[in-house]
DNA sequence: AATGGGTCGACTTTTTTGTTCGAAAATAGT
DNA sequence: ACTATTTTCGAACAAAAAAGTCGACCCATT
């Protein structure tokens, strides 16, 4: 196995890197990225700010390296719904609360998206057509699922994932900026997935 | 009236510096002092950096402004129970009380120690002796009143009042380090209280 | 004692930040 | 309409803080 990444590889070595992780993730949500300096993260550790860059070429690797992270926690929960046993309607349902309530957990997520409004742009949306992907997957199953079962019926099953990933994507927004409770907004989930079902349900 | 401060003064001038002082005092509160620059400031209010030092004369005058708001807040509930009927002892109790839990919620003050550990000291220190003069006038009046109506006995008033200012400022770093909650922070206070008392009371 | 992963201090380079200043807007006064 | 005053801001700059580099040091293991 080849190691394509730029850091080395060793016994001590990945828990060092999960250890800057963990740390960089909480000043992150605490700070946000912009505000939240390599010696922070080092004095965390307790150790020396260079040392980081021993695990990580840069303050934007580990950036990436929390965000995806964070990424992992999502889908891990994620699969867990896809793969239990369910209704395709109850499943699709539980699908999107959980996705919404977790990414509200998500801090860095938001914290994220909060400080590009003032900087950067490229990389967080290079990240969202990833995400956006490994959603579609993940939905096409669900939806897979409820046509062979006869409860949905959809044409082009793919590219209808692909709608309702971009679709959920869209609805990050009014959440993340909490112009609505998560109380509020699962009635708005609700009625959009009302709305989702009558048109995927076949009648 | 001359304006000894350094800003003018004038109708639209008062309004926008306490704009001013709210906006940072919400920003100190969620990133600290040395993580909110004046130009997060300005965008709070929508307004051009530079704007600021027409109403501050720098970042740390609005810092001692933000201080001054919460110590004003502190201190109006503080007179309002010492002008409140009230049995001394109560009186004093209540007092005490409530000074720990405005305090506790006085963001600003300890994310501002926080801070402190980090950059300079000589600043926050000067302020504490000057509220450590105002709480004694406080506690003087509640001394007073429970001497004349004989419920304390104290020798030197206006020492023991600075005396107990003292300790109770000794009191806050503990309670700000949240090494306690404030539900044990409270019982320290009472048993520290119930000192007090069999010290003061006559017996 | 030689290798090499891991650490750090000191240094350089790059960005950010606080602050100033003069000139444009806006506003009030005449 | 004209003038004075208050308020706003963009550009510029010095100072501070940040990111990032590098060679020297550990300290295990071999």
């Given at each position: 196995m080849s190691n394509l990444g730029s850091s080395p590889s060793g016994a001590q070595n990945d828990n060092m890197r999960s250890s800057i992780?963990?740390?960089?993730?909480?000043?992150?949500?605490?700070?946000?990225?912009?505000?939240?300096?390599?010696?922070?993260?080092?004095i965390a550790l307790r150790k020396g700010k260079s040392s980081l860059y021993y695990y990580f070429k840069n303050k934007e690797?580990?950036?990436?390296?929390?965000?995806?992270?964070?990424?992992?926690?999502?889908?891990?929960?994620?699969?867990?719904?896809?793969?239990?046993?369910?209704?395709?309607?109850?499943k699709f349902t539980q699908y999107v609360i959980t996705r919404m309530e977790t990414i509200l957990e998500l801090d860095n997520y938001i914290k994220a998206l909060k400080d590009e409004m003032l900087t950067n742009y490229e990389f967080l949306s290079r990240l969202k057509t990833s995400t956006e992907k490994q959603e579609a997957a993940l939905l096409t199953k669900?939806?897979?699922?409820?046509?062979?079962?006869?409860?949905?019926?959809?044409?082009?099953?793919?590219?209808?994932?692909?709608?309702?990933?971009?679709?959920?994507?869209?609805?990050?927004?009014?959440?993340?900026s909490s112009y609505y409770s998560f109380e509020d907004f699962k009635v708005q989930i609700e009625n959009t997935l009302n709305i989702l079902f009558f048109g995927l349900i076949r009648r």
């Open positions: 992780i963990e740390a960089a993730k909480e000043l992150f949500a605490k700070f946000g990225y912009k505000k939240t300096t390599m010696e922070d993260i080092a690797e580990i950036f990436q390296a929390v965000i995806e992270s964070e990424e992992k926690h999502l889908f891990s929960k994620l699969n867990e719904i896809v793969n239990t046993k369910m209704e395709p309607r109850e669900i939806l897979e699922e409820g046509t062979s079962s006869n409860t949905f019926q959809v044409k082009n099953i793919p590219m209808a994932a692909v709608a309702i990933a971009t679709a959920l994507k869209g609805m990050e927004g009014p959440l993340l």
